[in-house]
T-cell receptor, first 115, second 113 residues
Framework: AQSVTQLDSQVPVFEEAPVELRCNYS??????LFWYVQYPNQGLQLLLK??????LVKGINGFEAEFNKSQTSFHLRKPSVHISDTAEYFC?????????????FGKGTRLSVIA | DAGITQSPRYKITETGRQVTLMCHQT?????MFWYRQDLGHGLRLIYY???????DKGEVPDGYVVSRSKTENFPLTLESATRSQTSVYFC????????????FGEGSRLTVL
């Protein structure tokens, strides 16, 4: 079964600094990869997804992620964070593009942006 | 308004009582899911449903029951609540394609005393 490891449970960063949230997944022939964001007291919403094609994926709010098959990673980056980016971020994987197997989520990374 | 709604948003109950969390979506999405969110565990899938009258177990189904008699509703029942079921529960839905975008409700915070 697919699994996802988010390497950092908490990441504090100063406002306007760059940030990288790390995600590794267990290997599979092909995968779909996702990043979701959860703002306080809300449900999750999709930030970006990798299905195929270009390994650099751009999402909402200035975030981007790079799919690296050889390292089985899908790290999320933003060049300059804002206070409003404070949230919990979840990496998720779907291991088989056929059928509709549910997403498997990582345990989350709490991003705290410090003024 | 269109979307996915959960009720109640907050619930306190006692050990041994039956509790039902409701989930309703207006998009006619085929797939619906129940996750629980706990500190240190992230989101774990409880049950999911591919269509009306079709349900499947997820990672942590024990102690939970689901039904899906109508496409738009997917209630989750705790038949005899335990303290370990204190959690935040999220319902989600998606189109029948497997491109992965889930649409989440705002969550139901359940406390079992």
């Amino acid at each position: 079964a697919q699994s996802v490891t988010q390497l950092d449970s908490q990441v504090p960063v100063f406002e306007e600094a760059p940030v990288e949230l790390r995600c590794n997944y267990s290997s599979s022939v092909s995968v779909y990869l996702f990043w979701y964001v959860q703002y306080p007291n809300q449900g999750l919403q999709l930030l970006l997804k990798y299905l195929s094609g270009s390994t650099l994926v751009k999402g909402i709010n200035g975030f981007e992620a790079e799919f690296n098959k050889s390292q089985t990673s899908f790290h999320l980056r933003k060049p300059s964070v804002h206070i409003s980016d404070t949230a919990e971020y979840f990496c998720a994987v779907r291991g088989s593009p056929s059928g509709n197997t549910p997403l498997v989520f990582g345990k989350g990374t709490r991003l705290s942006v410090i003024a | 308004d269109a979307g996915i709604t959960q009720s109640p948003r907050y619930k306190i109950t006692e050990t041994g009582r039956q509790v039902t969390l409701m989930c309703h979506q207006t998009w006619s999405h085929s797939y619906m899911f129940w996750y629980r969110q706990d500190l240190g565990h992230g989101l774990r899938l409880i049950y999911y449903s591919a269509a009306a009258d079709i349900t499947d177990k997820g990672e942590v189904p024990d102690g939970y029951v689901v039904s899906r008699s109508k496409t738009e509703n997917f209630p989750l029942t705790l038949e005899s609540a335990t303290r370990s079921q204190t959690s935040v529960y999220f319902c989600a839905s998606s189109l029948e394609t497997n491109t992965g975008e889930l649409f989440f409700g705002e969550g139901s915070r359940l406390t079992v005393l």
